[in-house]
């Protein structure tokens, strides 16, 4: 019984010396703090590197349509250190993210306003790094795609709105590689477009929606050369035309 009361004296020790700690951590509002120019975040007035949270942090839309969010970062030392929240206008959530060493670590979730998933980015040493997805309002996944080390690398797809695949293309060390396939929203191939090193290169293909050939492309370097040939849907040639470096000869 005297162990059981020692060990509950010893635990509410440790909670109330934790909740004091949790209090006491330092609270700063943005403009009271400036970031020199190797990256390190001190509060003005100050020399020692900042250690705790940084109120009113404002970051800029990161893409057409984005608010301008705001919330309270960890600090420590002078860099970001630990879990972070950013905020809509509104007060709603819009970003988690983990910290370590001032590089993000794990996986970022940005959110809608509404509360659904937008983005799940998942980086590691601070480089975008793993497979990452960015989601319709309806939650259905709008494109997956996998960096290494920051650069794309492996088959990104898109789907429609209904899940549906809209287009998958292949990257290698940043770049399109292999054939580009596009579809139409029942199903149907609409696109083959060949790559090579990034450029389109070879046989390109695109169809109509019951999946008859509707017109061959050959590309040299990223431009038309050689014939062009259009078919109707009986797939019968309606017309064929002839270049050379991307000029039409007549």
Same mark, same amino acid.
Request: net charge positive.
């Given at each position: ?18 909740? &004091? ?19 390190? +975040?001190?509060?003005? $007035? ?5 250690? $705790? ?10 893409? /057409? ?12 030392? $002078? ?61 259905? +996944? ?20 209904? $899940?549906?695949? &809209?287009?998958?293309?292949?990257? %290698? ?31 390109? %293909? ?10 061959? /492309? ?33």
């Amino acid at each position: 019984m005297l162990k059981r009361v020692v060990m509950l004296i010893v635990l509410g020790l440790f909670l109330a010396v934790s909740a &004091l700690s949790f209090s006491a951590e330092r609270v700063v509002k943005l403009e009271n703090a400036y970031v020199d120019d190797k990256g390190i +975040v001190y509060v003005i $007035g100050e020399k020692a590197p900042f250690t $705790g949270i940084v109120e009113n942090y404002k970051v800029p839309p990161i893409s /057409e349509g984005d608010s301008v969010l705001e919330g309270k970062i960890p600090f420590k030392n $002078g860099v970001m250190e630990g879990y972070s929240k950013l905020y809509y206008p509104s007060g709603k959530l819009a970003s988690v993210a983990t910290f370590k060493n001032g590089k993000v670590e794990g996986i970022q979730k940005d959110y809608y306003e509404n509360g659904k998933i937008k983005r799940e980015i998942s980086h590691k040493n601070g480089l975008v790094d793993g497979v990452s997805k960015l989601y319709y309002p309806n939650g259905k +996944v709008q494109n997956e795609i996998t960096h290494k080390k920051g650069i794309p690398d492996g088959v990104s797809k898109t789907y429609y709105e209904n $899940g549906k695949l &809209l287009a998958e293309v292949t990257y %290698k060390n940043g770049i399109e590689v292999g054939i580009q396939k596009d579809y139409y929203e029942n199903g149907k191939l609409k696109v083959e477009l060949p790559y090579k090193n990034g450029v389109v290169d070879g046989l390109a %293909k695109v169809y109509y929606p019951t999946g008859k050939l509707m017109l061959e /492309e050959n590309y040299k370097n990223d431009q038309l050369d050689e014939i062009v040939k259009r078919y109707d849907e009986s797939g019968k040639i309606i017309s064929e035309e002839f270049y050379k470096n991307g000029n039409k000869i007549k």
